[in-house]
C-alpha cells in the first residue's frame, strides 16, 4: 500500500504535497482543526494526493497508526539530486522521475536546481556520491587534453 | 588541502558530494560523504573550510573553521586529506591565525614557496620513547627567583598558573626575550584574545628586536570556536616543524582555561554528554594529546651544504598558562594540567597585592624535572634561598602579633628583605644564570644590599674583567659557601670599575 503511494512520489515537492495531505487527513480524524480540512482542499495537487491517501488507508481500525506509518516511509525517502543547466519542464521533471524510479529505486525522488554554468548536462547525487556529466566537464578535459600546435 | 583547488575540483577528485542539514554554531550535520573519515577536512561551497569530528549513519558532523557562516542545504565535498598547516622558516616574525595562514596577508608564505614552504599534519602522532632524551640543559629565563628556586628545563612542560593580572604574562615575556636572544624560537599563542593584546605583543617584540625570533600564532574572541580551538594545535606543528631543524623551541600557550572552555561550548553544541563543571569527557585527553608533543628530543638533521646528516638534541618546552579564581588551584582544569605537566609556577594575588615582584610563590610552585639540570653549586643556592624564605616568612607571622623582635629575627627579616629587593628585578632585564648565584653569594656574605642588579647586569654585560671575575668564581666553587668567599672578590671587582 505504501509503495504504491511512494511510487508515484516523483520529487521533494510531491513529498512536501503528501505530508500536508496526511496532515490534513491526520487532524481531520481527530477533528481537530476543522477548518484546516478546507485550507488543504484549496490546493489540487494536495487534494489529488489527499484523495489517493484516503482510498489507500481503507476502513479498517487502525488509520492512525496507518498514517504515522506512511509518514516515516516518507520521510526516510531516497533524494537524488540534479543539477540542470536548463529550468526543466513538467515532461522533462517526469521523464527525470522515471528513469530514476527505474535506475535508482522505486522509493527514490528528485529534487532539481538549475545552473546555466553547466551550459548542457546535468549533475547527480545520490547517497552522498556525485556524478559530474556536464557539458562544462567535457570542455573542460577537452580543453586539458588538446594538443595546441603553432 | 590545498588552498588553490576550488570546491569543484574537490568534487570531482572524490566524487562524494554532503549536505548541510543542520547548523549549530559552529557545528553542522552533513548528510551524504560517505567515505568520510575522522579528522578529515572538507570544504563548503561557499569556500569555508571544516574538519569531521563525527560519523554517523546518515552522515558527519563537521566542524566549521570558519567566522564566515555556513547555510543550511549548501554542498559539501571531502578533501581526502587530514588538516595541514604550512610551515617554514617565513613563519618567523610572523603572526599567524589558526590555519597557519599569515594575518593580514604579508605574502610571506608566497616569498618562500618551492624554496621552503612545506605542509605538516597538524594531528600528528607525538615521538615516541626511543626519540626523546633526558633533560638536562636548563632554560634560563633570566629572572632570578625562577632560575634558582623553580628551574625550568628545556624540553620541560611546566605550567603557569595564577589568578588574573598577578604578571603572568611579565614572567612569559621576560621568558621569551631571554630565550629568543639566546638563539631559541620562540611561539607565542594567544587562544581567543583580545585584538589590542596581540598587537602590542607583536610590538613588544619588534622592540625588543626579538621578532625574527618568534612566532605568534593568534586567534581573537570572535574567531569561530573551531578555530579558538585549533590555536594550540597549529602552534604546537609549527613547534614541530622548527624542532625537526634542530632548533629549540619555547611554546607558550596563552591560555589553556580559554581553550577548555571553548572545547566545552563545541562539545556542548554537538551534544557530548557533560561531565564536571559541563566539560566533555575528553577533556583531558584533548590537552594531553597536546601536551605530549613537548620535550627534549633527538633529532636528525642533514645539512644540504655539507651533504652530512647530524643527530642533534632539540627541545619543545611547553608553557601552558592557566588562570585560577582566588587562588584556587583545585578547580578540574587546573588539576587536569598540573597532572599532565612537569610541574608548574604559581602566581600568588596575596603576594602581588603585597607588592612583591615577582609574585611567584615558591613554596606552592612545583618543579619536577628542572632540579637535575642545575649544577651541585646552583643546588646548594637554592637550598639556602628556600631556607632563608621559609625563615623570613615565619618570622614575619610573628610580627602579625606584634611581638618584640630579637636581634636573630631582624637579621632575618633584613635578608628576607634583600632577598626580595634581589628578586624584584627591572623589566626585561635577564639576568645570567652565573651572576644570580654570585649576586646571592655577595647578599647572604653581607656585600651587598639587593638594589641596583641592572648596574651588575650591565658591568656583566659590558666589562670584561667583571665577567671573568663572576664566571670564575662560579666555576671554582664546588658548594654555596666557597662562592660566598670568592664574592668578595667579585664585589671588589665591581666597585673598582
Redesign the interface.
Same mark, same amino acid.
Given at each position: 500500500m505504501y509503495s504504491e503511494i511512494m511510487a508515484r512520489v516523483a520529487t521533494v515537492e510531491d513529498q512536501a504535497d503528501v505530508l500536508v495531505a496526511v496532515d490534513a487527513i491526520e487532524e481531520g480524524l481527530y477533528k481537530t482543526k476543522t477548518d484546516v480540512y478546507q485550507q488543504k482542499l484549496l490546493s489540487a495537487a494536495k487534494w489529488k494526493w489527499m484523495k489517493m491517501v484516503t482510498e489507500k488507508m481503507g476502513d479498517g481500525e487502525g488509520k492512525p497508526e496507518w498514517l504515522r506509518e506512511l509518514r516515516r516511509q516518507l520521510k526516510g525517502m531516497m533524494v537524488v539530486?540534479l543539477v540542470l543547466a536548463v529550468e526543466p519542464t513538467v515532461e522533462m521533471v517526469d521523464r527525470i522521475a522515471g528513469w530514476v524510479k527505474e535506475k535508482v529505486s522505486e522509493r527514490a525522488m528528485v529534487e532539481w536546481e538549475v545552473d546555466g554554468g553547466l551550459i548542457g548536462g546535468l549533475c547527480l547525487?545520490w547517497?552522498?556520491?556525485?556524478?559530474?556529466a556536464s557539458v562544462a !566537464?567535457k570542455l573542460e578535459e577537452f580543453w586539458k587534453s588538446y594538443e595546441w600546435t603553432a | 588541502m590545498n588552498g588553490r583547488l576550488s570546491f569543484g575540483d574537490y !568534487?570531482?577528485a572524490?566524487?562524494?558530494?554532503?549536505?548541510v542539514q543542520r547548523v549549530l554554531h559552529s557545528v553542522v550535520e552533513v548528510?551524504? !560523504?560517505?567515505?568520510a573519515a575522522i579528522s578529515e577536512m572538507v570544504k563548503f561551497e561557499q569556500g569555508q573550510w571544516g574538519q569531521i569530528t563525527a560519523l554517523s549513519q546518515e552522515?558527519v558532523e563537521v566542524l566549521v573553521l570558519s567566522r564566515e557562516p555556513v547555510n543550511v542545504g549548501k554542498r559539501v565535498?571531502r578533501t581526502g586529506s587530514a588538516l595541514v598547516v604550512p610551515v617554514g622558516e617565513w613563519c618567523l616574525g610572523g603572526t599567524l591565525d589558526a590555519m597557519g595562514r599569515e594575518v593580514g596577508g604579508g605574502g610571506r608564505m608566497g616569498k618562500a614557496e618551492g624554496a621552503e614552504a612545506s605542509q605538516r599534519i597538524v594531528d600528528a602522532v607525538p615521538l615516541g620513547i626511543v626519540g626523546r632524551k633526558k633533560i638536562s640543559r636548563q632554560l634560563v629565563t633570566g629572572l632570578a627567583m625562577v632560575d634558582m628556586m623553580v628551574p625550568v628545563g628545556m624540553g620541560q612542560r611546566e605550567l603557569v598558573m595564577g589568578d588574573r593580572k598577578t604578571g603572568k604574562t611579565f614572567l612569559l615575556w621576560q621568558l621569551i626575550v631571554a630565550q629568543a636572544r639566546a638563539g631559541s624560537v620562540c611561539i607565542y599563542t594567544a587562544i581567543g584574545k583580545k585584538r589590542t593584546e596581540i598587537i602590542k605583543l607583536g610590538e613588544f617584540f619588534s622592540q625588543m628586536g626579538i621578532t625574527q625570533s618568534t612566532v605568534i600564532v593568534a586567534t581573537v574572541s570572535d574567531d569561530s570556536a573551531g578555530e579558538i580551538w585549533l590555536c594550540p594545535y597549529i602552534a604546537m606543528t609549527i613547534a614541530e616543524y622548527f624542532r625537526d631543524q634542530g632548533r629549540d623551541v619555547v611554546l607558550v600557550l596563552d591560555d589553556m582555561s580559554t581553550h577548555a572552555k571553548f572545547y566545552r561550548e563545541l562539545s556542548l553544541v554537538a551534544k557530548k554528554f557533560p561531565g564536571r563543571d559541563s566539560y566533555p569527557g575528553d577533556i583531558f585527553h584533548i590537552h594531553s594529546k597536546l601536551l605530549e608533543r613537548g620535550g627534549n628530543f633527538e633529532v636528525r638533521v642533514s645539512d644540504s651544504a655539507k651533504g652530512s646528516v647530524e643527530t642533534k638534541e632539540a627541545a619543545i618546552t611547553v608553557l601552558p598558562v592557566v588562570d585560577t579564581v582566588q587562588g584556587d588551584v583545585t578547580g578540574y582544569i587546573q588539576t587536569n594540567l598540573m597532572s599532565m605537566t612537569d610541574g608548574h609556577i604559581y602566581f600568588d594575588s596575596d603576594l602581588f597585592f603585597k607588592g612583591r615582584r615577582p609574585a611567584i610563590n615558591p613554596f606552592v610552585s612545583v618543579t619536577r624535572v628542572g632540579s637535575q639540570t642545575q649544577s651541585g653549586l646552583a643546588k646548594d643556592a637554592s637550598r639556602v634561598l628556600f631556607d632563608l624564605l621559609a625563615n623570613y616568612e615565619k618570622t614575619q607571622g610573628f610580627l602579625r602579633f606584634g611581638a618584640e623582635l630579637g636581634e636573630n629575627s631582624r637579621q632575618i627579616l633584613a635578608m628576607g628583605d634583600k632577598v626580595l629587593a634581589f628578586f624584584d628585578q627591572p623589566a626585561y632585564t635577564a639576568v645570567g644564570v652565573n651572576l644570580q648565584l654570585v649576586g646571592l653569594a655577595m647578599l647572604v656574605a653581607g656585600l651587598w644590599d639587593g638594589k641596583n642588579i641592572s648596574q651588575m647586569v650591565e658591568a656583566y654585560t659590558n666589562q670584561p674583567e667583571y665577567t671573568r671575575a663572576v664566571d670564575g668564581a662560579v666555576e671554582a666553587s664546588g658548594n654555596f659557601g666557597q662562592l660566598m668567599e670568592r664574592a668578595r672578590n667579585v664585589s671588589r671587582v665591581l666597585s673598582s670599575i
Open positions: 539530486r547525487s547517497g552522498g556520491k556525485w556524478v559530474d !566537464l | !568534487l570531482k572524490t566524487g562524494e558530494v554532503g549536505y548528510e551524504g !560523504l560517505p567515505g552522515g565535498a
